[in-house]
């Protein structure tokens, strides 16, 4: 039997690393044969592709970014999404194309169509069968509650604005393909949060 891909959004600031450890222990005790892994990166090409991607002394402009996050897909799907899936393993990745859709094609503005195009690889040969959508707004998100703003990178350091253009993104974006989607509001409980993702996956038979 073959195996399954599975991915992970969110805004910044709303719990998705812990939750993406919830998830690892979860899967871990349940003994899924699982492979972890993120984006950008994931392969040694496309880690170093993030290395510039989230460079603050880069000025990069909005197409070369998207085409860059693709390229780095693409190798990420050649050498680890797709061989993983062909060995039976169970794959969950930490950011994926919705990540491009949301960040590149709603709030840098290049629009969800042409960010597709740019990702038509990952688009027709690698789609998630669930993607978990941690639903929160970035301007209520825990970081901020807790006045916990470090800005880390070249894609945090963007505005309010941009984040909370890149929100909208993903609300329209699972509003399009709502079977894709699980969209889980999270509880200041970070275990209640992690059962809802465990449903989710229930619901689907992948656990
Ligand atoms: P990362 O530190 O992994 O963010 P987080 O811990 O919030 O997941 O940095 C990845 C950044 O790159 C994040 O700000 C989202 C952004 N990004 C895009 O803009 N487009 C993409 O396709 C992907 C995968 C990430």
């Not at 599975?6 to 998830?23: A, W």
């Not at 170093?48 to 990069?60: M, Q, S």
């Not at 062909?86 to 990540?99: F, H, N, P, W």
């Not at 079977?179 to 200041?188: D, G, H, K, Y």
Request: hydrophobic fraction near 40%.
């Amino acid at each position: 039997m073959k195996g399954r891909f599975i991915t992970l959004e969110g805004c910044e600031g709303v719990g998705k690393s812990t939750q993406l450890r919830l998830l690892a222990e979860y899967l871990n005790r349940e003994g899924v044969d699982t492979v972890f892994t993120r984006e950008p990166g994931g392969t040694p090409l496309a880690e170093r592709i993030r290395g510039i991607l989230l460079d603050e002394a880069l000025v990069v402009s909005p197409y070369a970014e998207a085409e860059l996050f693709a390229t780095a897909r693409r190798d990420h799907i050649d050498n680890l999404i797709l061989p993983s899936i062909e060995a039976g393993k169970l794959v969950v990745c930490d950011r994926y194309i919705d990540s491009s859709l949301a960040y590149q094609g709603v709030a840098r503005g290049l629009g969800i169509e042409r960010v597709y195009e740019i990702n038509s690889y990952a688009r027709d040969n690698c789609m998630p069968e669930l993607t978990i959508f941690i639903d929160m707004d970035p301007a209520n998100s825990w970081r901020r509650q807790k006045g916990k703003e470090v800005m880390h990178d070249r894609m945090e350091r963007e505005s309010a604005a941009f984040h909370a253009a890149c929100y909208r993104g993903y609300k329209e974006i699972a509003a399009r393909e709502p079977e894709r989607f699980a969209l889980i509001v999270p509880e200041r409980d970070k275990t209640a949060t992690h059962l809802k993702i465990v449903e989710a996956l229930k619901a689907r038979g992948i656990v």
